[in-house]
């Protein structure tokens, strides 16, 4: 298992085809799991993947179209009836709060497990979640609700100290934390040792941006500056540009385009209509705009 | 195609398993499409059975436990988006209204076509639907949540009369519906032609009986005597009865005992508890009980 890598549970927009699920993934950072939107037979797809339910702890759902959350009122269950005590974190529009609550209600299920609802101001750029080691950014998009992308980064970690150094210039344990920190460190003669020599280098932060779904919208680009891998929304090709207009969706040379405007490292094609069997067209529009482009495919993890 | 069958989407309580999908049924009678409930993942499931959606016109919900109704505002928006104008008929315990009205509130959709809401009350056994040829009942079940069966019967039809006799008989057209109606004809020499004699024999009727969830109840043998096909849930074997009567479901041998007092003339087990595997135990459990058993299989069509 790598540090840092997106399985993909639907790639399909709006409705189920024969071979395309509705949107979900999962995403693990550094054995953290996060689900990211839950459309219907998100738990199907994920036992079929093998991803281990109760280690998911945080849900973020962009929006409240069907295709995006739909379910995920079966998954809470789900969670519940496996045993679950441990708390299940759920960050989406104010909206799905009352959704939920109204299920759970009718179902008369009280849920072994806190569920805890955090509403997402879809208006602005926020971070909305952290430990330790990962934080997780909005990203307000334009869409026909009120919806929000999601920018997942590793937090900045100590240095890593070379333990031949520690060796060769007698470093106490107490003075370790400090290097860890970036100090220099001053030996027992009064020699000044820069603190590069006595660390591996940095290893660089990744980051993984999720935008579905959204118009075309430049005004992204600042928040999504960089990242390793851009999970774009592409549900048109340009034949139905219009459509796409109409209906606040990108088609695949617009999120190439933001891709290359955002210098991103790598982009993933996703969220096609239903009217698409053959996707080879929406790489043959991305690439005379961005290069480093896959259309997704469900059950594949790409690693980060 | 037969002129009454079921098909079955799926076969699980609860929660979904790597093999089974929850409860989801397509009925068949003379050309009309009835689905009964509908867990999630249903329009999935639909697809790959090639079931047309556009031609369901009525949807029987048994109760909200999640299993069995999930997948319903995923397959009420695909509609929408497919175009429909037909209205959908709905037969649900009440509290299902506002459940899909807050989902098409937050969701900002206005449906294309009439969704037409009938409460279902699930103390009484009462005709809840009717056309010229079937008529459909609703059997109180005794579940955690108000929770009503579906009794699905062909109606009398006119008598069908024999070609050959119109000749011999010199049947004029002016006579013919009354012969259908059961009336013997006079001919013009004053000889009465008795009725048996001018038409095909009777076709028996067909009926199914949907029962789904509820714990061992003789008190609805009478209301599903001697159905063709009765469907019964067996979410437990013997060695987990307890658990069947704590949590209000049946054995494969309650349903057994069920069918063989209602005098059906075959029984479909199914709502197996995702704890089972191979399901060879729910017969050898019901065998005893009642000969004329099988448990379901997703994506088998039966013949009534």
Not at 19 to 41: H, K, M
Not at 83 to 100: A, V, Y
Not at 130 to 148: A, F, M, W
Not at 219 to 228: A, D, M, Y
Request: overall charge neutral; some cysteine; charged content about 20%.
């Amino acid at each position: 298992m790598a540090d840092f890598e997106v399985t993909i549970l639907g790639s399909s927009s709006a409705t189920p085809t024969f071979t395309r699920n509705p949107s979900a993934q999962v995403l693990q950072i550094l054995g953290r799991y996060f689900l990211i939107d839950c459309g219907e037979g998100t738990q199907i797809q994920m036992r079929k993947n093998r991803v281990k339910f109760q280690k998911i702890n945080q849900i973020f759902i962009s929006h409240l179209h069907g295709d995006h959350y739909l379910g995920l009122m079966g998954f809470i269950q789900t969670l519940h009836l496996l045993g679950r005590t441990t708390p299940l974190e759920i960050f989406s529009p104010s909206p799905l709060k009352e959704i939920l609550e109204i299920q759970l209600k009718h179902s008369e299920t009280t849920l072994r497990y806190p569920l805890i609802f955090n509403e997402i101001d879809t208006t602005s750029h926020l971070k909305i979640w952290e430990d330790n080691c990962v934080e997780v950014y909005s990203i307000p998009l334009k869409h026909r609700l009120p919806c929000s992308g999601f920018l997942f980064k590793e937090k900045e970690k100590l240095l890593s100290v070379r333990k031949d150094m520690l060796a060769e210039y007698k470093i106490p344990i107490a003075s370790i934390q400090a290097i860890k920190e970036g100090s220099d460190f001053t030996t027992s003669f009064g020699q000044v040792i820069p603190n590069y020599k006595l660390v591996h280098p940095k290893t660089p932060l990744k980051s993984y941006a999720y935008c579905s779904d959204t118009i075309f919208d430049p005004t992204i680009v600042p928040l999504i500056s960089e990242v390793n891998l851009l999970y774009h929304e592409s549900t048109f090709i340009n034949e139905h540009s219009t459509r796409a207009k109409e209906t606040f969706h990108s088609t695949a040379e617009q999120a190439a385009t933001i891709a290359k405007m955002a210098n991103v490292k790598k982009l993933l094609l996703g969220h096609f209509s239903a009217r698409y069997g053959n996707l080879d067209i929406f790489i043959q529009e991305a690439l005379p705009h961005f290069q480093n482009v896959e259309t997704v495919e469900e059950g594949k993890t790409y690693l980060i």
